[in-house]
């Protein structure tokens, strides 16, 4: 059973459209990261989310932390081809510092 | 500062065979956890080692074993080794100085079990 879903799975839009991933959970989470990751590449780190509600923007990418800590949220404005990846959001539950993370959605930006 | 470094990146090995990753941390970080990465599981976590003692365990079977030396470098060992292991394994180590267990990713090593 996987503690965290993503959906979509896959996402494939026009360069200059906006998009949402989803990062959902019926766990509840001290914290949560998402992460980007290229092909050949490890994930890198973009933010973490702590606090329920919490709302970071990092340029033109938004993540939202659910009130009752239990999901996320990556909204991405005006995509471009360099936002092209597999995205991971990871949490890490109350008393226990391993991250679990979740199934990915594979975004690709058509030019 | 030099990121993680993961060698060899790629590795061909037969079944019954046994492997060898290394992984060498960002310099200050001394927790380094393993993880293996494949398309049909995602990212699954192995272990985690912080001053060469083993602090966390996922659910893998003990043919995957690890260590870590004191300058904080450390290796994972896959011993007989089945195809179903072939996948990306990923080495992250974190900053001590963030306080929620943010993970700075080596490229990985690939391993293709034939």
């Known amino acids: 059973t996987q503690l965290l879903e993503q959906s979509p799975q896959f996402l494939s839009i026009q360069e200059g459209e906006n998009l949402t991933v989803y990062c959902n959970s019926s766990?509840?989470?001290?914290?949560l990261q998402w992460y980007r990751q290229e092909p050949g590449e490890g994930p890198v780190l973009l933010v973490t989310?702590?606090?329920?509600?919490e709302v970071k923007k990092l340029k033109r990418l938004t993540f939202q932390f659910g009130d009752a800590r239990k999901d996320s949220s990556l909204h991405i404005t005006a995509a471009q081809p360099g936002d092209t990846g597999l995205y991971l959001c990871?949490?890490?539950?109350?008393?226990?510092?391993?991250?679990?993370f979740g199934t990915g959605t594979r975004l690709t930006i058509i030019p | 500062k030099a990121g993680v470094t993961q060698t060899p990146r790629y590795l061909i090995k037969t079944r019954g065979q046994q492997v060898t990753l290394s992984c060498s941390p960002i310099?200050?970080?001394?927790?380094v956890s393993w993880y293996q990465q494949t398309p049909g599981q995602g990212l699954q976590f192995l272990f985690e080692?912080?001053?060469?003692?083993?602090?966390n365990k996922g659910n893998f079977p003990g043919r995957f074993s690890g260590r870590q030396f004191s300058n904080s470098r450390s290796e994972m060992n896959v011993s007989t080794l089945e195809l179903g292991d072939s996948a990306l394994y990923l080495c992250?180590?974190?900053?001590?100085?963030?306080?929620?267990?943010?993970?700075?990713f080596g490229p990985g090593t690939r391993l293709t079990v034939l």
């Open positions: 990871a949490g890490a539950r109350f008393g226990n510092e391993k991250l679990t």
């Open positions: 766990s509840v989470f001290s914290s």
């Open positions: 989310v702590v606090t329920g509600g």
């Open positions: 310099s200050g970080h001394r927790s």
């Open positions: 080692y912080f001053s060469e003692t083993q602090r």
């Open positions: 992250a180590s974190d900053d001590p100085g963030l306080a929620y267990n943010e993970q700075f």
